[in-house]
């Protein structure tokens, strides 16, 4: 399995931007499709976007879509979530994870790798 550590969270204002990354060690990061998914507290951890190990397939959820963009640097081992037009829904623990499979990106039980989460807080 591969080792992922997230960065990029923080407090921002309603309106604002975060760029989420995720940088992996212990595998080949290029043969990995990634996804990010959120938790918010009492809530289940949903799917918020993924991005195919090919680079060029992206998923999204409706939530977010439109506001977020996933992408990846395969020479620097990291996914990015650059995240426009926060609001207050977006107020969670975001997590990375990383699986083989090129199909059903969407659900949590694809993945078999994930980081520890970094906090995003969108406050006024």
């Known amino acids: 399995q591969v080792q992922l550590v997230e960065s990029g969270g923080g407090l921002v204002q309603p309106g604002g931007s975060l760029r989420l990354s995720c940088t992996a060690s212990?595998?080949?990061?290029?043969?990995?499709?990634m996804g990010w998914f959120r938790q918010a507290p009492g809530k289940d951890r949903d799917f918020v976007a993924a991005?195919?190990?090919?680079?060029?397939?992206?998923y999204y959820a409706n939530s977010v879509r439109n506001r977020f963009t996933i992408a990846r640097d395969n020479a620097k081992n990291t996914v990015y979530l650059q995240m426009n037009n926060l609001g207050f829904e977006d107020t969670a623990v975001y997590y990375c994870?990383?699986?083989?499979?090129?199909?059903?990106?969407?659900?949590?039980?694809?993945?078999?790798?994930w980081g520890q989460g970094t906090q995003v807080t969108v406050s006024s």
């Open positions: 991005i195919h190990w090919n680079g060029y397939n992206t």
């Open positions: 212990g595998g080949a990061f290029s043969t990995y499709s």
């Open positions: 994870a990383a699986t083989k499979l090129s199909e059903g990106l969407r659900g949590l039980n694809a993945y078999d790798s």
